[in-house]
């Protein structure tokens, strides 16, 4: 029984340095950290050094670690981290999500583009957003699967915390098996589908 007791996590060596993501450029921390809590465990968390997807995870801004936040996979769920995941299947998608606070409004908004010292960004609704964005992709024969990787998390103007979106695209995951590939894309929906019902009432 004694390799079923809790171990301690000790939260200054997580496996990886993609774990670690640093928020000292971040002038509202702490709106920063509520806002990144909305999406904890809602999009999928990457880390291109082991080449894992974390779907299955905590966030933690540890006061010993400084501005930082670490990004803990769940200790003893193995089969929610998913491995093989090339990097060469990773790409930027140029949208980003921000608090509808930005426009008095409640839930999420999603921008095509957010850009420091430039206008303030052109935003939709995010469900509509996403709708539209699923759709286009499936008319090409394409499917949306959004996750998140170190970086990510950003600041507009030093006031406004935002998150860019990285994608997955599964058919690029040639090492993998068809089954491997389709499971990896179900586990990424059915967060996405999570977020997507939730996100009139997220807020920060």
């Not at 759709?135 to 959004?146: A, E, H, M, R, T």
């Not at 170190?150 to 103007?157: A, N, P, Q, S, Y």
Request: glycine share 6%.
């Amino acid at each position: 029984m004694n390799d079923m007791q809790h171990q301690e996590v000790d939260l200054s060596q997580p496996q990886n340095v993609d774990l670690i993501w640093d928020l000292h450029s971040i002038a509202r921390r702490e709106l920063a950290e509520r806002f990144i809590r909305l999406f904890e465990n809602r999009l999928c968390v990457y880390s291109e050094s082991v080449r894992q997807l974390y779907t299955n995870y905590s966030v933690h801004f540890p006061n010993d670690l400084g501005r930082k936040m670490v990004v803990l996979p769940a200790p003893y769920a193995f089969h929610d981290t998913l491995h093989g995941i090339d990097p060469s299947a990773v790409r930027r998608t140029g949208l980003c999500v921000l608090p509808g606070a930005v426009l008095g409004k409640p839930g999420l908004l999603m921008s095509t583009q957010v850009r420091e010292g430039g206008p303030a960004p052109r935003t939709m609704a995010f469900k509509p957003a996403l709708a539209q964005i699923i759709s286009n992709q499936k008319k090409i024969g394409d499917v949306f699967l959004p996750i998140l990787m170190k970086g990510d998390l950003r600041e507009f103007g030093q006031q406004l915390p935002y998150i860019h979106l990285h994608r997955l695209q599964v058919h690029k995951l040639t090492r993998l098996s068809a089954f491997e590939r389709s499971d990896i894309q179900q586990a990424i929906i059915r967060k996405l589908l999570m977020l997507y019902r939730e996100a009139d009432n997220l807020a920060c």
